[in-house]
């Protein structure tokens, strides 16, 4: 049997290897309701691992999120905006919401990726929010890209 030489080839050559981005919660969500029973504040730094965006999301303490506009209706179907998305919709809340993060549908797909690490739920639940907001949600982007 022959043997086939194998010459070891340097990082080098091909340039640097991009950082591997996986979308992960880097801290906890710590957040409180406001007076007017809708609206919350975010009390700490929350960070997300984005592999939409290719970088981690800062979003800062003060910032007020809704965490969905779900209706009420359809939480029977998927939950509660502050339940097993809450962390998926305050970031979602973040890229819509703040000039130069995302574009609308980068913003979704922000979403999304974000609630498949959130939590085990069903892919109906989640394919259901997501097109939500694909469908519902362009009035309310304000990301401006």
């Known amino acids: ?35 007017d029973g809708i609206h919350w504040i ?4 929350f960070f997300f691992e984005s592999a939409e965006l290719d970088r981690i999301l800062c979003i800062p303490p003060g910032f007020i999120t809704d965490f969905a506009s779900t209706p009420r209706i359809l939480w029977t179907l998927v939950g509660a905006p502050t339940g ?16 130069g993060v995302a ?17 085990t739920h069903n892919a109906l639940q989640q394919w259901a929010l997501y097109e939500g907001v694909q469908v519902f949600g362009r009035s309310s982007y304000r990301g401006g890209l």
């Open 1 to 35: 049997m022959d043997t086939i030489p194998i010459t070891p080839i340097s990082p080098s050559e091909f340039g640097p290897a991009p950082p591997l981005w996986l979308p992960t919660y880097l801290s906890p969500l710590i957040a409180e309701p406001l007076a």
């Open 84 to 99: 097993w998305y809450s962390k998926a919709a305050m970031t979602h809340d973040y890229c819509f919401d703040t000039p």
């Open 103 to 119: 574009t609308f549908h980068q913003s979704n797909r922000v979403f999304r990726e974000a609630m498949q690490i959130s939590a």
């Open 42 to 45: 975010n009390h700490e730094r």
